[in-house]
Every structure is written in C-alpha cells, then in structure tokens.
Nanobody, 118 residues
Framework: QVQLVESGGGLVQAGGSLRLSCAASISIFSFNAMAWYRRAPGKERELVARLTNTGSRNYAESVKGRFTISRDNVKNTVYLQMNSLKPEDTAVYYC????????????WGQGTLVTVSS
C-alpha cells in the first residue's frame, strides 16, 4: 500500500513562510509526478504545484513566485516551500502522487491545515 504523510502545516502571520513535507512509503522514483493541492473553505480543490519525474514544474498562477515544489529522493519526500504567505492561502493542503503503472493512482495524503492570519 502506498501512503503519503503530510506535515508542516500550522498557523502563520501574513508575509511569513512555511515548508510542507510529504513523506512517501515507497521510493518517489516510482511516481510519474507528485503534486500539492489545496482546498480552501467553501472552494473546490485546486492544483497548487506539480513536479514530474523529469523535473518539470508547474504552479498555480496565484502562487507563482512565492511557492516552490522540490523533492529529496533519498528521503522519499517532496516539499512545498511557501513564502510571502497571504490569508487567501489558508486551506488544507494535500499531497498527491501519480503512478501510471497502478490503476489505484492517484494517491492522496490526509492533508495538513495551513492558516494564514492578517
């Protein structure tokens, strides 16, 4: 079974920074891509950042220039560095992993709450 475990969420003041972590139970080499999504109160889930196994990155326009997705292959962990946080970034953030070899894909973590106060 593939498990994704997020951590690093919390309460932060506007303008501050947080780094989210997503630890995978298997080698992240196994995944075609990993991504971060978020669901804000009253809104649908949206893609925040995505990193493919070839190193390509894409970001939601609202976070471009402020957020960075990265990975540590040794630790089987992906990160989301969030800088210059805004109240509208408040959401539950979810880790996502894509595996084209597994029809149970995509996999999802349980989510971690980020609250940005003004």
């Amino acid at each position: 079974q593939v498990q994704l475990v997020e951590s690093g969420g919390g309460l932060v003041q506007a303008g501050g920074s947080l780094r989210l972590s997503c630890a995978a139970s298997i080698s992240i080499f196994s995944f075609n891509a990993m991504a971060w999504y978020r669901r804000a109160p009253g809104k649908e889930r949206e893609l925040v950042a995505r990193l493919t196994n070839t190193g390509s990155r894409n970001y939601a326009e609202s976070v471009k220039g402020r957020f960075t997705i990265s990975r540590d292959n040794v630790k089987n962990t992906v990160y989301l560095q969030m800088n210059s946080l805004k109240p509208e970034d408040t959401a539950v953030y979810y880790c996502n992993a894509e595996a084209d070899w597994d029809n149970r894909s995509p996999y999802w973590g349980q989510g971690t709450l980020v609250t940005v106060s003004s």
